[in-house]
């Protein structure tokens, strides 16, 4: 199992925006609720069940995603990208990433966002995220 936490925004760009995430992970997606403001409380986890061997889980990434609802276009999304992890790719966190970190969670860390359209735009805010990989019998951490 695959658990997103997504806790909170901050400094997203825009006036009177209305950001919504969206977290699709191995062919599932799920959407938080759409929150006001530039700095928005979230408080939202998605489960992932999976049905793969470590090693086919090695291959998926996590894709983290924040619109502005409302305030442009459908298909305008920011992406995460996430520095610090070994295996990155812009715009999807590998869950491969995950397995490096104690107990194979990021814990309560912001992430930066860019623009996917234009990547010399430099932050779009951030988000704050948890995220870990549980296999059978393995205890959620704390």
């Known amino acids: 199992q695959i658990r997103v936490r997504v806790i909170e925004g901050r400094q997203l760009p825009g006036n ?6 969206k977290v699709h992970v191995c062919g599932q997606t799920h959407r938080t609720r759409i929150k006001r403001g ?3 409380y979230f408080d939202e986890i998605f489960f992932y069940n999976v049905h793969m061997t470590p090693l086919e889980l090695l291959d998926e990434t996590v894709s983290i995603r924040v619109r502005k609802n409302g305030a ?3 298909g305008c999304w920011m992406h995460i990208a996430l520095s610090g992890c070994f295996t990155m790719m812009f715009r999807n966190i590998p869950v491969s990433c995950l397995s490096v970190f104690p107990g194979h969670a990021v814990m309560r860390k912001w992430l930066l966002l860019s623009d996917p359209e234009d990547t010399n735009s430099g932050a779009k805010g951030y988000m704050k995220v948890s995220m870990f990989v549980l296999g059978t019998g393995d205890e959620p951490p704390v």
């Open 16 to 21: 009177n925006i209305k950001p919504v995430v």
């Open 38 to 40: 530039n700095n928005p």
């Open 72 to 74: 442009c276009s459908k």
